[in-house]
């Protein structure tokens, strides 16, 4: 079975700092996707990445970055120079199988809040 | 193109009453997706489809939930009858294959039984 974790359940930070969201995941397949969606307080669910099994190759767009390690079954996120305007709830999500057909398994979400 | 649309937006309803939540996937997309949202549980699927076939309805809580899509445009998910603990942010979404498999989601339709 597959599993998302995010042991962050809060995070809160000032302006301008750089703040790394966690995730670990599980799963026995070889081939899978790994997605970052973000929440922000109006509810809607907005996908920011999609990284499959065989490239891991970190990424960077603008300020965000992620860093994909298989040997630790982890994909985080890093933003650089927050802003208030990330204060949201990011999700880490796991499909196997790689098919545009799979189920996505969601981590617990982090609440990340950035103050002014 | 317009997004995944949801509606409605909001639903208030009594416990016993028959819900019909409605989803237009993204134009070009063979996957559809129900989610729900809760406090408690998180974001769980509940049934998904490809091609306008079912291919895993085993989130679908109870047989009190069915979802339907009849054609590549439309699907609807239903409660009835519904009761409070229904109560949830329901998301529909939809992926292509063609476009990457990430899912796109709808706004979403929040849910209210009292």
């Known amino acids: 079975a597959q599993k998302v974790t995010q042991a962050q359940t809060e995070i809160s930070v000032v302006e301008k700092e750089d703040v790394t969201l966690d995730c670990v995941y599980e799963?026995?397949?070889?081939?899978?996707?790994l997605f970052w969606y973000k929440q922000p307080p109006s509810g809607e669910l907005v996908f920011l990445i999609r990284?499959?099994?065989?490239?891991?190759q970190n990424e960077i767009s603008g300020r965000y970055s992620w860093n994909f390690q298989k040997s630790t079954s982890s994909f985080n996120f890093t933003i650089t120079a927050s802003q208030v305007v990330d204060s949201a709830v990011y999700f880490c999500a796991l499909s196997e199988g790689g098919t545009s057909g799979s189920r996505l398994t969601f981590g617990e979400g982090t609440q990340l809040t950035v103050n002014p | 193109d317009a997004g995944v649309i949801q509606s409605p937006r909001h639903e208030v309803t009594e416990m016993g009453q028959e819900v019909t939540l409605r989803c237009k996937p993204i134009?070009?997309?063979?996957?559809l997706f129900w989610y729900r949202q809760t406090m408690m549980r998180g974001l769980e699927l509940l049934i998904y489809f490809n091609n306008n076939v079912p291919i895993d309805d085993s989130g679908m809580p109870e047989d009190r939930f069915s979802a339907k899509m009849p054609n590549a445009s439309f699907s609807t998910l239903k409660i009835q009858p519904s009761e409070p603990r229904d109560s949830a942010v329901y998301f529909c979404?939809?992926?292509?294959?063609?476009?990457?498999?990430?899912?796109?989601f709808g706004p979403g339709t929040r849910l209210t039984v009292t």
């Open positions: 134009s070009g997309h063979n996957s």
């Open positions: 990284r499959n099994s065989f490239d891991e």
């Open positions: 799963t026995r397949d070889t081939t899978y996707y």
């Open positions: 979404a939809s992926s292509s294959r063609e476009y990457g498999y990430e899912q796109y």
